[in-house]
């Protein structure tokens, strides 16, 4: 009899003890939940984001019960008013959608409690397998609120159907773009080659500015307002280096991104973001309707000075909106599955970016790329991230409002500062007017 | 006699049996029959079936509003560019000629319709709107016999704040309107954009409100975005 008791104490509790191991997932296929996602992922192109989306909602979303649904493809300029709208309830605003593309900066007016933490579903163990500077981009205290799905830099885009007739006439070779020195002597040269067109549209310049200082051993100090200290001479300098050749039309602050002047023949070059690749038409159409292919070459963003360069690193990634259990676990579960090592790499090639995983980072060197293009961005990636070192600049609460005022101050001050520095005028003169414009933001 | 009294009971019993599954019956029938006239036997499926049915042929003509309410914006805009063009600008017939080769011209009327398309793209939510002219910029070049002139709008389906990009036209104006060229834009339209185009200009007539026609479903060139264009086919 004892025996028996034994064995149906011990039965029962290897029973209790597998309880604990049972599933607690919060999932059920039988009663799927939908996520809605908005992303930055393609506003204007085949969307790889969406195809994968697709994939997923057809095969791991069937098996577990979630549906991932996109109700808003935008832009990441655009995509914190649009989501601080939506999280306020503005009148006609969206409902918050569940998961969204973020940037540490997009999420700050959403707070804290309103936020999935990651590490809820990610263990240590699982977050080591991502690049750690991606991760601790996305970590707010202890929180991790943005989970890293892919990262840009910034790369010298040129229309090398056009630069090689430059080339041929003036001497100037790629190799002389490798410093802005000879950027900016290239694009002084090409302004009076092209009969007084700009050499190169740059998106972000100020970003240009703030590595190049940093380049240069400074580091950049911010006000409590969001702005530079303007009192620092090291920014004044790095500043005056952009400002000359800017006064003078020899380069222009992008309309909205580089891509679209290099396609209608406006410059011969943009400075952009490594995900722009997708955004680059195949041709170069020009005002009289002429055409020629684009034949897009792809170099390493110009060094500053001979000391340590720094690669710029930004980008989204993925944010999640509080509401049940199950949609937090589902959103984790299509973030795990997106980011797993050979699909992460097939994403970020097709979008433009870097990956986040380390197995899909080292897998880079092997890999079989859709274009020419895109085989010329990554190997100007891989430059870069030999000789220069990942830099993610600090988020600053209300930086971005300025920056916005510098760029639409600076597009509309520059057309006239080219007309007076053809007419003559002292460019430094001209600069120093747009250093005073620069200060007024404070 | 003892015996032939219960048996003259039982039968009695059985016949009283009898009536009362028969009245049981009837009760029964009548009830199943009410049941049948209010559907209440009805299956689940069937009323699926039914309800999508129903659904369906909402939305059918839900479809068929918005795409006559497409169509009659296509012709107000066809006849509104029409008279801008006569009367505003004296261009008409093979006077339309003049635009070839002059791109200051061309510039100039898209720089005056610019804002009248993205009205009523707004409108009409519509996923696109065009004018196009019957003219070149260039009538040199290899495709210029086929290469056209005008705007083209495309609106982003999803929400966005700038949500209208130029997708053909010249990239000027539309910067100025506050519409970044597409990443598949281009300068001028290719007739190949729309199926049948050879068809659609020889049936070209008026009245327009006879003679338009809505393009079966097409690519736009470059981009996933499937289409169907509704065309008012007296364009000359």
Not at chain 1, 279 to 298: F, H, S
């Amino acid at each position: 009899m004892k025996k028996i008791v034994t064995i149906l104490c011990l039965s029962l509790i290897f029973l209790l003890g597998l309880t604990g191991c049972m599933d607690n997932s919060k999932l059920d296929p039988d009663k799927p939940v939908t996520l809605s996602v908005w992303h930055i992922y393609g506003e204007q192109t085949d969307s790889p984001m969406n195809d994968l989306i697709d994939e997923f909602n057809s095969t791991v979303g069937e098996e577990k019960g979630i549906v991932l649904k996109v109700t808003n493809m935008t832009t990441t300029p655009d995509i914190k008013d649009q989501l601080d709208s939506a999280f306020e309830g503005a009148p006609g605003a969206p409902e918050m959608p569940d998961l969204f593309s973020a940037r540490p900066d997009t999420i700050l007016d959403i707070r804290e409690e309103n936020l999935v933490d990651f590490q809820d579903y990610f263990t240590p163990d699982d977050l080591e397998e991502y690049v750690p500077e991606f991760v601790k981009d996305g970590m707010f205290d202890d929180h991790l609120f943005v989970f890293p799905v892919s990262r840009s830099t910034r790369a010298l885009f040129i229309n090398a159907s056009q630069f090689e007739r430059f080339s041929k006439a003036t001497g100037v070779t790629y190799q002389d773009l490798n410093t802005w020195e000879g950027f900016f002597d290239a694009s002084e040269k090409y302004y009076k080659w092209s009969d007084g067109q700009a050499f190169c549209a740059i998106d972000y310049p100020i970003q240009s500015i703030e590595y190049d200082m940093i380049a240069r051993g400074n580091v950049p100090e911010y006000t409590a307002d969001g702005w530079y200290d303007i009192s620092d001479k090291a920014l004044k300098k790095s500043f005056m280096r952009f400002a000359k050749p800017l006064a003078k039309g020899h380069i222009v602050v992008s309309d909205k991104y580089a891509n679209t002047q290099i396609m209608t023949g406006e410059v011969l070059a943009g400075v952009g973001s490594s995900a722009s690749i997708n955004y680059y038409n195949d041709e170069i159409i020009y005002p009289n309707n002429t055409k020629e292919p684009m034949n897009l070459k792809v170099l390493p963003l110009p060094k500053s000075g001979t000391g340590m360069q720094y690669m710029p690193v930004t980008g989204t990634g993925f944010a999640a909106y509080k509401t049940t259990d199950q949609k937090a676990e589902a959103a984790a579960v299509f973030l795990r599955w997106l980011t797993q090592g050979k699909r992460n790499l097939d994403f970020v090639v097709e979008a433009g970016y870097m990956p986040v995983h380390n197995s899909a980072f080292d897998a880079i060197e092997d890999y079989d790329f859709p274009s020419p293009a895109h085989e010329a961005l990554f190997d100007a990636i891989k430059t870069m991230k030999k000789e220069y070192k990942p830099l993610i600049r600090p988020e600053v609460k209300g930086y971005y409002d300025k920056v916005e005022i510098l760029y639409e101050g600076l597009k509309e001050r520059c057309p006239d500062l080219k007309k007076r520095a053809d007419a003559g005028e002292d460019p430094k003169d001209l600069a120093e007017e747009l250093w005073d414009f620069f200060c007024s933001l404070q | 006699m003892f015996i032939q009294g219960r048996q003259f009971k039982k039968t009695m019993q059985k016949q009283l049996a009898a009536y009362m599954l028969l009245l049981a019956g009837l009760l029964l029938a009548v009830i199943f029959a009410g049941l049948l006239l209010f559907g209440r036997f009805d299956t689940a499926k069937q009323t699926t079936y039914e309800s999508l049915n129903f659904q369906m042929k909402i939305f059918e003509k839900e479809v068929d509003a918005y795409f006559n309410s497409l169509a009659a914006g296509s012709l107000d805009l066809s006849r509104y560019v029409t008279d801008f063009l006569e009367q505003g600008q004296n261009i008409s017939g093979k006077n339309f000629e003049s635009l070839n080769n002059n791109p200051k011209k061309l510039e100039k009327l898209q720089s005056a319709l610019i804002g009248v398309l993205e009205e009523r793209l707004k409108q009409h939510n519509a996923s696109g709107i065009f004018v196009m002219f019957d003219a070149t910029v260039n009538s040199v070049t290899d495709d210029a016999k086929t290469s056209k002139s005008g705007l083209y709008l495309q609106q982003n389906r999803f929400l966005s704040n700038q949500d209208i990009s130029l997708y053909r036209g010249i990239s000027s104006v539309g910067k100025k309107q506050g519409m970044m060229p597409h990443r598949k834009w281009r300068l001028e339209f290719q007739t190949s954009i729309f199926p049948d185009y050879d068809q659609i200009e020889r049936n070209a007539q008026l009245p327009l409100n006879e003679s338009y026609m809505i393009t079966s479903k097409t690519v736009l060139s470059g981009t996933s975005d499937t289409e169907h264009i509704t065309v008012p086919a007296a364009m000359k």
